[in-house]
């Protein structure tokens, strides 16, 4: 499957962005789908995740801040980024897990589980 990242930008803090990752088979439904990002100089870290049966988890530096959702229809994974700060500077990347159809609330948090990646969009949050 391939994963096209959208909706990354510059934008000041407290700001809000909304990111978009579109998935070209119709298959999305089966796939668990997580965020990560990955600022220049560090390791690629979770950002936020969501199951096949819809299920969301969220990484501290995150949570209360952030929407991860889903729209099977549209093959379409989302994430709503509020309150933005300077720390969310990122490239933030969408990615698939094909191996969690059988486990509807499981969602992995290491990048190693993910079978599919999209190419990434910067975000940048100015001071």
């Known amino acids: 499957v391939q994963l096209q990242a959208s909706g990354g930008g510059l934008v000041q803090t407290g700001g809000s962005l909304r990111l978009s990752c579109a998935a070209s088979q119709s298959t999305f439904g089966r796939y668990a789908m997580a965020w990560f990002r990955q600022a220049p100089g560090k390791e690629r870290e979770f950002v936020a995740g969501?199951?096949?049966?819809?299920?969301?988890y969220y990484a501290d530096s995150v949570k209360g801040r952030s929407t991860i959702s889903r729209h099977n229809a549209r093959d379409t994974v989302y994430l709503q980024l509020n309150s933005l700060k300077p720390e969310d500077t990122a490239v933030y990347y969408c990615?698939?897990?094909?191996?969690?159809?059988?486990?509807?609330?499981?969602?992995?948090?290491?990048?190693?589980?993910?079978?599919?990646w999209g190419q990434g969009t910067l975000v940048t949050v100015s001071s």
């Open positions: 969501i199951s096949v049966g819809g299920m969301t």
């Open positions: 990615a698939a897990d094909r191996t969690k159809f059988s486990y509807p609330t499981e969602v992995d948090s290491t990048a190693g589980a993910y079978n599919y």
